[in-house]
T-cell receptor, first 114, second 113 residues
Framework: ETGVTQSPTHLIKTRGQQVTLRCSSQ?????VSWYQQALGQGPQFIFQ???????GRGNFPPRFSGLQFPNYSSELNVNALELDDSALYLC?????????????FGDGTRLSIL | GDSVTQMEGPVTLSEEAFLTINCTYT??????LFWYVQYPGEGLQLLLK?????DKGSNKGFEATYRKETTSFHLEKGSVQVSDSAVYFC????????????FGQGTRLTINP
């Protein structure tokens, strides 16, 4: 069983730039959620994708956007990067429609904004 | 909105000591409750879960019981090992909609030999 994989593992950007992070879901999973984890904090929900559409969103501005592809993989895009966007970005996959199905996490992408 | 409050860390124990990490939650519905563990440089791993009141989740010697009356889900282990050193997150997931996870702030645990 292939787990959740994320790329790249580390990324350095400057303010105002744009970034794309990628996630491949665990085999058999059809739902992908993205979380932002600031240093020393718990992860915060950004949004979730199911059937290639956004299926719930946390308190993040529109410059955070995403995509899901037919193979259930997903991208997180962040425009106009700000210093506060420096964080570990975690992707989690699960199977929608299965009650209380836990989410399985990748190792994350660490994004640093200079 | 829903929220999770965890015991503040860091927590430092000696090997074979008893561990308790407190977790309380606020939720409007009937959430599922989880403990996740994060080792250095890694993502989150599911440690255990409970989906309804009085359920006990257990894994690798860790246990937590879903207490609806006290809105708590405290993590316990009878005898910790150095390899248990990590950050532990309590989380809830509502049963509706996107089933997003709401996390506590995490508790850093260090076990000394």
């Amino acid at each position: 069983e292939t787990g959740v994989t994320q790329s790249p593992t580390h990324l350095i950007k400057t303010r105002g730039q744009q970034v794309t992070l990628r996630c491949s879901s665990q085999s058999g999973h059809n739902t992908v959620s993205w979380y932002q984890q600031a240093l020393g904090q718990g992860p915060q929900f950004i949004f979730q994708y199911y059937r290639e559409e956004e299926n719930g969103r946390g308190n993040f501005p529109p410059r955070f956007s995403g995509l899901q592809f037919p193979n259930y993989s997903s991208e997180l895009n962040v425009n106009a990067l700000e210093l506060d966007d420096s964080a570990l970005y975690l992707c989690a996959s699960s199977k929608q429609g299965v009650t209380n199905q836990p989410q399985h996490f990748g190792d994350g992408t660490r994004l640093s904004i200079l | 909105g829903d929220s999770v409050t965890q015991m503040e860390g860091p927590v430092t124990l000696s090997e074979e000591a008893f561990l308790t990490i407190n977790c309380t939650y606020t939720a409007t519905g009937y959430p599922s409750l989880f403990w996740y563990v994060q080792y250095p440089g890694e993502g989150l791993q599911l440690l255990l879960k409970a989906t309804k009141a009085d359920d006990k989740g257990s894994n690798k010697g860790f246990e937590a019981t879903y207490r609806k009356e006290t809105t708590s889900f405290h993590l316990e282990k009878g005898s910790v090992q150095v390899s248990d050193s990590a950050v532990y997150f309590c989380a809830l997931s509502d049963s509706q909609g996107a089933q997003k996870l709401v996390f506590g702030q995490g508790t850093r645990l260090t076990i000394n030999p």
